[in-house]
T-cell receptor, first 115, second 113 residues
């Protein structure tokens, strides 16, 4: 079965500093990986995905993610954090065991960016 | 139109009530989903519709009944819910199932009293 793990419940970073939100995955076959962000009392917003190709994927709002096959990781990064980036971030994997019908979400990491 | 619209935004219902949640998208997406999210937890998949046919039911209790009247609409009919069913119910859509990102609605905050 496919799964993702987000080892940090919370990440704190100062505004202007680089941020990293970690995600590791376990899949059988090729991984199809996603990052979503959720602001309070809102639905999730799609940030970026990795399907194939370049290991560095660029997404919305200046975020990028690095796919590392040997470490089975897909960490979310941003060179310079903004206070407005404070939110809940979910890593997700497409469950290819069910023909891609399901997306499995990690537990989430809360990001706090301090001014 | 690049949105998924969910109504109502908030709903309070008694355990004997019948209510429905609605979800609408006009992006031409052919896959639609219902998720349930408890506070500070990840979304949990409930149902998947692909081309207006129910593809996945994640062993959801029968007091939740999904319906997909057409490719733009998705309903979730609620009957005889329990207080533990109180949660944020999220609708999402994607171009198709497979390697596409989801567009989520803002959700319906449901409270069962």
């Amino acid at each position: 079965a496919q799964s993702v793990a987000q080892p940090e419940d919370q990440v704190n970073v100062a505004e202007g500093n680089p941020l990293t939100v970690k995600c590791t995955y376990s899949v059988s076959g090729n991984p199809y990986l996603f990052w979503y962000v959720q602001y309070p009392n809102r639905g999730l917003q799609f940030l970026l995905k990795y399907i194939t190709g370049d290991n560095l994927v660029k997404g919305s709002y200046g975020f990028e993610a690095e796919f590392n096959k040997s470490q089975t990781s897909f960490h979310l990064k941003k060179p310079s954090a903004l206070v407005s980036d404070s939110a809940l971030y979910f890593c997700a994997v497409r469950d290819t065991d069910t023909g891609g019908f399901k997306t499995i979400f990690g537990a989430g990491t809360r990001l706090f960016v301090k001014a | 139109d690049t949105e998924v619209t969910q109504t109502p935004k908030h709903l309070v219902m008694g355990m004997t009530n019948k209510k429905s949640l609605k979800c609408e998208q006009h992006m031409g997406h052919r896959a639609m989903y219902w998720y349930k999210q408890k506070a500070k937890k990840p979304p949990e998949l409930m149902f998947v519709y692909s081309y207006e046919k129910l593809s996945i039911n994640e062993s959801v209790p029968s007091r939740f009944s999904p319906e997909c009247p057409n490719s733009s609409l998705l309903n979730l009919h609620l009957h005889a819910l329990q207080p533990e069913d109180s949660a944020l119910y999220l609708c999402a859509s994607s171009q198709e199932t497979g390697n596409y990102g989801y567009t989520f609605g803002s959700g319906t905050r449901l409270t069962v009293v």
